[in-house]
């Protein structure tokens, strides 16, 4: 079956840090260029950051500079360094495949993201 399952959320202070992690499941996670994404409710899910099967990166930009994704193809894991929290970074996060992709994982329910002081 092909699963996600995200961790990694919490409560943090404005200019904190947070570690996601999203687990791949049922199929050969590698062959695949990987994001995370956010939602806010009312809103639409938007990408936050993406890897390719290489490796190459891309991020939104309202957080180049502070996030950071990253991969481990023998773990089947996908990984986003939050540095420098803002409010405006509260969202649940999610992991799929990058938009375009021909393959979509079963959407996971996500890791709730709350900067406030």
């Known amino acids: 079956q092909l699963r996600v399952v995200e961790s990694g959320g919490g409560l943090v202070q404005p200019g904190g840090s947070l570690r996601l992690s999203c687990s791949a499941y049922?199929?050969?996670?590698?062959?695949?260029?990987m994001a995370w994404y956010r939602q806010n409710p009312g809103n639409q899910r938007e990408l936050v950051a993406s890897?390719?099967?290489?490796?190459?990166?891309d991020y939104a930009d309202s957080v180049k500079g502070r996030f950071t994704i990253s991969r481990d193809n023998a773990k089947s894991t996908v990984t986003l360094q939050m540095n420098s929290l803002k409010p405006e970074d509260t969202a649940v996060y999610y992991c799929?495949?990058?938009?375009?992709?021909?393959?979509?994982?079963?959407w996971g329910q996500g890791t709730q993201v709350t900067v406030s002081s």
């Open positions: 890897i390719g099967t290489y490796s190459n990166t």
């Open positions: 049922g199929t050969n996670f590698r062959l695949y260029a």
């Open positions: 799929n495949t990058d938009i375009g992709s021909p393959l979509r994982f079963n």
